[in-house]
């Protein structure tokens, strides 16, 4: 009985420390997201792409078809929203964070920008992976 004991305690324990950890890691990635936000609407966009994974192989999905790479990523983003009016204000509305594997997460949202060039509204799911101890976007899919 003390053993069964010893390893349901065991269990319990184990399970509210991966509990800890995955809720840490949403926690984190969260605070990117957030940091994001206050970026854009400042029209930091180079502020905004600390979030993302500094590599030519970022990948970014969106009506363009696919971006490779960090520096081109920005560069459409400039040429996009090459003013305050057109970067507006952003706010995500994240509706779920999903762990894929260890040291993996997409999220799936939206997107919402208030502009004087008119507003913009859009959904996204992006791919966060813990690289160098930092979570950083390594795949985005925007519409």
């Given at each position: 009985m003390k053993k069964m004991l010893f390893l349901f305690a065991t269990i319990l324990l184990l399970s509210s420390c991966v509990t800890s950890t995955e809720e840490q890691d949403k926690k984190d990635i969260l605070a990117i997201l957030d940091l994001q936000q206050i970026a854009w609407s400042k029209h930091d966009l180079e502020?905004?792409?600390q979030g993302y994974w500094k590599s030519d192989s970022l990948k970014f999905y969106g009506s363009n078809g696919v971006t490779l790479g960090w520096n081109?990523?920005?560069a459409n983003y400039k040429r996009g929203y090459p003013t305050p009016d057109h970067s507006g204000t952003?706010?995500?509305k994240i509706n779920d964070i999903s762990k894929i594997n260890e040291g993996a997460y997409f999220v799936m949202g939206e997107f919402h920008l208030t502009r004087n060039v008119g507003n913009a509204n859009g959904i996204f799911m992006i791919i966060f992976k813990k690289i160098n101890g930092e979570w950083k976007?390594?795949?985005?899919t925007s519409a």
């Open positions: 502020g905004f792409m081109k990523t920005l952003l706010q995500f976007i390594i795949a985005d």
